[in-house]
């Protein structure tokens, strides 16, 4: 069992970390405007394909190793480690991007959001009130820990909804 949550785990977290590295390294020399819906419609779809082997590996332990039978328990322990294994890659990677090559994605992100809300015709309260919430937002990234559970926050609830479902749907009494 340990050997296929690995697996699964390491080749989910390198398919969600290349995505991210490579849409983020194409937007960071991206000329002109960046479309942030395409990218994280992008993300999120990766997510999904990568956490689509949370169902494989237990579908697997299931059926190879287990004479066909798993408890929603054991079929949910295998996704939430494969989920932390492939979330914690993605985090360490986002770091080492965010930190030794695009230091200033908060800036470019917060003149988009800016940008966007100025284009809305927005009230100035409101920018003021979004400019405030971006400054914070920048401020708070750029502590690693906060970074990390932030990165976390958007990857992990995506493999635990996943692993859910599949621990419902593949789990079998005797």
């Given at each position: 069992?340990?050997?296929?949550?690995?697996?699964?785990?390491?080749?989910?977290?390198?398919?969600?970390?290349?995505?991210?590295?490579?849409?983020?390294?194409?937007?960071?020399?991206?000329?002109?405007?960046?479309?942030?819906?395409?990218?994280?419609?992008?993300?999120?779809?990766?997510?999904?394909?990568?956490?689509?082997?949370?169902?494989?590996?237990?579908?697997?332990?299931?059926?190879?190793?287990?004479k066909g039978v798993i408890s929603f328990g054991k079929a949910f322990q295998m996704g939430l480690f494969i989920s932390l294994i492939a979330s914690t890659m993605y985090v360490l990677s986002w770091l080492i991007f965010f930190y030794g090559f695009h230091p200033d994605f908060?800036?470019?992100?917060?003149?988009?959001?800016?940008?966007?809300?100025?284009?809305?015709?927005?009230?100035?309260?409101?920018?003021?009130?979004?400019?405030?919430?971006?400054?914070?937002?920048?401020?708070?990234?750029?502590?690693?820990?906060?970074?990390?559970?932030?990165?976390?926050?958007?990857?992990?609830?995506?493999?635990?909804?996943?692993?859910?479902?599949?621990?419902?749907?593949?789990?079998?009494?005797?």
């Amino acid at each position: 069992m340990q050997k296929n949550i690995l697996r699964n785990g390491l080749i989910s977290g390198i398919i969600v970390s290349a995505t991210m590295l490579l849409t983020m390294n194409y937007y960071s020399h991206c000329e002109g405007d960046v479309n942030w819906t395409t990218s994280m419609l992008l993300g999120y779809a990766s997510m999904l394909i990568a956490f689509s082997l949370i169902y494989v590996a237990i579908r697997n332990y299931r059926d190879r190793h287990n004479k066909g039978v798993i408890s929603f328990g054991k079929a949910f322990q295998m996704g939430l480690f494969i989920s932390l294994i492939a979330s914690t890659m993605y985090v360490l990677s986002w770091l080492i991007f965010f930190y030794g090559f695009h230091p200033d994605f908060m800036d470019k992100y917060s003149a988009h959001e800016i940008a966007t809300l100025q284009a809305s015709g927005a009230s100035p309260e409101a920018m003021a009130a979004k400019h405030k919430e971006l400054t914070d937002m920048s401020r708070i990234y750029k502590n690693p820990l906060m970074n990390s559970l932030m990165t976390y926050a958007e990857i992990l609830p995506v493999g635990l909804l996943v692993t859910l479902i599949c621990s419902f749907i593949l789990k079998r009494k005797n």
